[in-house]
């Protein structure tokens, strides 16, 4: 098997192994996350607040934030007005429209304005008195559970950019550091060198430089889907780039990409070429490094920020003078040598190898210690390390890290300075010494290399938050009444136990058990139950469990205030245990009518459809059709294409429906409040629902 075949391979299961480790992780790093309320989340208030308060763990930008309430129908109610408080970007004042006694939910969507990614939860809470306890009442059927992956679609994408930007920086350094000063001692003509790498020099450069535009433009392009819960044409379509671009992400993003298009002119050029060019396109690529590190986790931190910053840069630049270098080394300069004469191949050598050897076992230990302050500031404790995905992909990356130091210590220590000796007096002899030499120090760059991607797949992840994935509808039990969910998880048995099935204020149990030990456990860290409404994807809760006693955690609070279906997460934290045992439950929750929205879908009847079609020829039928194929009379003079309205049905309910034709989409479709009522809206759902395929 070829040398290229086994590094392949080598890489690939490096890969595996570790996407395999950190995929485990209970959660992933925060970006603005809601860390505390004022009412407290699932807590009861006996009047309604004026105002509601939320505080967020970064600086918010309100441009792409959004605060709705909803009933316990589901109802949509409000769009909440809110403010950022005076001097505290991390804290936005809410104002709460009257509203009478019930139960209800707040979906909060959030940009941060320091990575410009967004975070979204529901906020519940309850007007009216107290509720009682029932939890001693006798337990229902268990219900089944579910384990649900974590896509992980976007970490490739952030591996192809740091690879692209790291290679193209490490090109450079690698150029101006140890290239020119190597041939200078050696004396051996510029003139020459460049003769026999211009072409893979160009093109790996070319190559780079394209992939990193490209992926960045795309970043653009996720980060304003993802902020605006748009499809791609949507996006492309509406005001929502130039929103996300006024942002203090996108001020970041759009000089990020003009330096890139500067860099791409001086290499399309190639007057990176000349000793002035070569220190311009390093200037260059430093400050595009620089940008990624303003829209950092690093820049989000409040304590010793442009410290925080710095070190990162410093991260930044000692990954492209090592990563960008051995890249170079392995796809540039090792192939040269090969077309230049014995005798002066390795007086190059002699002095390429050594150079690079002592620059990249210097990089890797600032990379280290940088990285390690960077770990000590974004981690808050050793359990974090191990039980999180940012804190695994950290610890993996400082092991692949510690290995490197070791393989690269063999060729710094060991081969390079024997290699050295040797290539001042070139013998017969010592010919056949030297190439055995050089072969080893290949070698041990390929290993290098290796670590090198692994290094920048768990580089990628740092950067992401990912986001899980939902799970395949169960049947779960639902009644009035205490109802019981059993699962296990780690070895340990987790009993839920809730009051109700029915929306407002409840009661949970969490009892944990050791079947091998046949004992309850109570002595775990933390016991989290987390509530997600299937219905929207409108975010997640979080309520910590307190301990009862003889194995029972127990928290209460409206925590589930739509009906529908929702998903229930009980994680429990362990001392010396590196992960969380955690079980997922599939609810079902009813309406104040004993109804879930899957057992109330609307029912339409002839004189709405009628009166639906009506209204539909008056306003809809211009632009979508008689039919709702986006193909009505006026369809060809305007700039965007009419929505397919049969095409679409399948994936919308009709609240997604009405808010559309109410507010309108932007640039696509205006908005008709004013001009038809809602429930007029709902009489043109009601036909659009029975147009033929």
Not at 57 to 62: M, N, Q, R
Not at 100 to 108: E, F, K, L, P, V
Not at 668 to 681: D, H, L, N, Q, Y
């Amino acid at each position: 098997m070829s040398q290229h075949k086994i590094f392949f391979r080598i890489s690939f299961g490096l890969l595996l192994a570790g996407f395999l480790i950190v995929s485990l992780g209970a959660s992933a790093f925060a970006h603005a996350y809601l860390q505390k309320t004022d009412p407290p989340a699932g807590s009861t208030v006996a009047t309604a607040p004026e105002h509601l308060q939320f505080y967020f763990s970064e600086d918010v930008d309100s441009k792409f934030s959004q605060l709705t309430l909803f009933d316990s129908d589901g109802k949509k109610l409000a769009d909440l007005n809110f403010k950022l408080a005076p001097n505290d970007p991390l804290h936005l004042d809410a104002t709460l429209p009257h509203v009478s006694d019930g139960t209800y939910t707040i979906a909060w969507r959030v940009m941060s304005a320091v990575d410009g990614h967004t975070t979204k939860g529901t906020y519940p809470f309850r007007i009216g008195k107290e509720s009682a306890s029932c939890l001693d009442a006798p337990p229902a059927t268990p219900a089944k559970t579910e384990e649900t992956p974590t896509p992980w679609a976007r970490v490739f994408f952030h591996w192809l950019s740091f690879f692209a930007i790291i290679g193209l920086a490490g090109a450079f350094f690698f150029q101006a550091l140890v290239i020119q000063p190597s041939l200078q001692k050696a004396g051996f003509p510029a003139e020459h060198w460049a003769s026999v790498t211009v072409t893979k020099s160009q093109r790996f450069l070319l190559i780079c430089w394209v992939l990193f535009i490209l992926t960045t433009i795309l970043d653009l392009i996720a980060q304003a889907m993802s902020n605006s819960d748009s499809s791609f044409s949507q996006v492309m379509q509406s005001a929502v780039m130039m929103q996300l671009l006024s942002t203090r992400f996108g001020l970041i993003w759009l000089v990020r990409i003009g330096l890139a298009l500067l860099l791409g002119l001086l290499i399309i050029l190639k007057i990176h070429k000349s000793r002035a060019g070569l220190w311009s396109s390093l200037g260059l690529s430093a400050l595009v490094l620089l940008s990624i590190s303003l829209s950092s986790h690093s820049a989000a931190l409040k304590d010793g920020t442009v410290l925080a910053i710095f070190v990162d840069w410093v991260h930044l630049l000692t990954s492209a003078i090592w990563i960008g270098g051995l890249f170079q080394l392995m796809s540039v300069a090792v192939p040269a040598l090969r077309l230049i004469p014995e005798t002066n191949r390795y007086k190059l050598i002699s002095q390429i190898a050594p150079r690079f050897s002592s620059l990249a076992f210097a990089s890797v230990i600032l990379l280290i210690a940088t990285g390690v302050y960077s770990a000590l500031r974004q981690v808050s404790s050793w359990e974090a390390l191990f039980t999180t995905t940012y804190g695994r992909a950290i610890a993996i990356k400082h092991v692949l890290l510690i290995f490197t130091i070791a393989v690269a210590a063999i060729h710094f220590l060991n081969i390079v300075p024997r290699l050295s000796r040797i290539a001042d007096s070139i013998t017969q002899a010592t010919a056949e010494q030297a190439k055995s030499l050089i072969r080893r120090f290949r070698s041990l760059v390929s290993v290098e290399a290796v670590m090198v991607v692994a290094v920048l797949f768990f580089a990628g992840i740092l950067t992401l938050v990912p986001t899980a994935s939902q799970p395949q509808d169960e049947t779960a039990l639902a009644r009035t009444g205490p109802l019981t969910f059993t699962g296990q998880s780690q070895g340990l048995t987790i009993i839920l136990t809730m009051c109700s099935d029915q929306v407002g204020d409840n009661e949970f149990d969490v009892l944990v058990s050791d079947p091998q030990k046949n004992a309850p456990v109570a002595d775990a860290l933390q016991v989290l139950v987390g509530f997600n409404y299937l219905g929207q994807d409108l975010g997640g809760l979080h309520a910590i469990a307190a301990l009862k006693g003889n194995g029972h955690y127990r928290t209460q609070g409206a925590f589930m205030n739509l009906a529908g279906d929702w998903e229930a997460t009980v994680s429990v934290r362990r001392a010396g245990q590196a992960e969380d045992a955690s079980v997922k439950f599939s609810l079902k929750i009813k309406d104040k009518n004993g109804q879930t929205h899957a057992e109330s879908k609307p029912q339409y009847d002839a004189a709405m459809i009628e009166k639906g079609q009506l209204l539909y020829t008056q306003n809809c039928a211009a632009c979508h059709g008689d039919s709702g194929r986006g193909d009505g009379p006026a369809a060809p003079t305007l700039k965007y294409k009419p929505a397919d309205l049969v095409a679409h049905r399948g994936h919308h309910t009709d609240q997604d429906f009405l808010w559309v034709v109410r507010d309108g989409t932007g640039l696509t479709m205006p908005g008709f409040k004013g001009k038809v009522s809602e429930e007029e809206i709902r009489q043109i759902i009601a036909y659009i629902r029975q147009l033929k395929e």
